[in-house]
């Protein structure tokens, strides 16, 4: 491969019903093949994984000990030979022209990382509210220049600023805002981040009400971990929309309020007031579901509601933890963890 300038890394664990997909789906790029090489990090699965990913044509498979996204991708950033790493999630189909789309602005010797976005063709009423909100995200993407916030579902990076940069941190033991962290990290330093809402993957979001509400939660508990390391990305960044933050406070609220009306019955005029807030902040959600995907807008506003509680059990279990949260030492890159090809 004299000419490869990209490499793709695609961390998989017991991904063995979907990295054949992704693989194979990463084969048809537009771009030509000799230019760029697929590398697929097994992190210690014990089903199929690693044999349908050669078997789908990756051009190498590493297999590790299971320690975790972050770690399974600093060992293809060690790997790689490209000039530009991608990433992308085993239960990803990325677009032909994906990866095309996703080095275009590298044209600019200033960028050091581009985000993609995600698309989906379910049809389950959770996972179209969960579409929704992903493009409620994209619209504030795109208003800025430059970005802090690159996820790793569709994500590139040049291989110099996520080695100068430590990689992922394996403290961040889940698939769970360790892209966060790293981003908010090469913001910090300076680097151009850049949104390009073209380059598309498609992905199956959670399509029943209990799956999306725990990863919610999750999501709220890993967000604490991230703010612990970056206090100041708490009050804004360029993904998290302001009126998120807003509904979780009034969940507070409506709870607080409503547990001192036992005591003093005039809070309930308090309680009820933020419960009356926190539903009158449903309709820019309602009002945008309406206009992506009006056979959902209906439900809208109790996802937003029932989002707000998720994130709020979320955030209260990751206070606690964030206490005895530290950064991990990010020392794969190096390679102190060895794979085995």
Known sequence: ????????????????????????????????????????????????????AREAGADRVLTIAHGGPAVARNVGIAAARGEIILFTDADCEPLTDWLAEMVRPFADPAVMGVKGVYRTRQREVIARLAQCEFEERYDLLERPQKIDFVDSHAAAFRAKALRESGGFDPAFTQANNEDVDLSYRLARQGYTLLF????????????????????????????????????????????????????????????????????????GWAAGAALGALGLSALPFTRLAAQRDAGVAMWAPLFVWARAVAFAVGVLAGLAGMVLFRRGLVATIQGKAQPRA
């Open 196 to 267: 390009n809402r073209q380059a598309i993957v498609y992905h199956r979001h959670p399509a029943r009400w209990r799956a999306y509400l725990r990863l919610k939660a999750r999501r709220g508990y890993w967000r604490m971990m991230v703010y612990r390391l970056h206090p100041g990305k708490a009050l804004h960044d360029s993904y998290t929309p302001q009126l998120l933050k807003a509904q979780v406070i009034l969940v507070y609220g409506c709870l607080a309020l409503g547990a001192g009306a036992l005591v003093r019955p005039a809070l």
């Open 1 to 52: 491969m004299d000419e490869l300038r990209y490499s793709v890394v695609v961390p998989a664990y017991q991904a063995a019903a979907v990295i054949g997909q992704c693989v194979r789906a990463l084969q048809q790029q537009t771009v030509v093949r000799e230019e760029y090489e697929v590398i697929v990090t097994d992190d210690g699965s014990t089903d199929a994984t690693a044999a349908i």
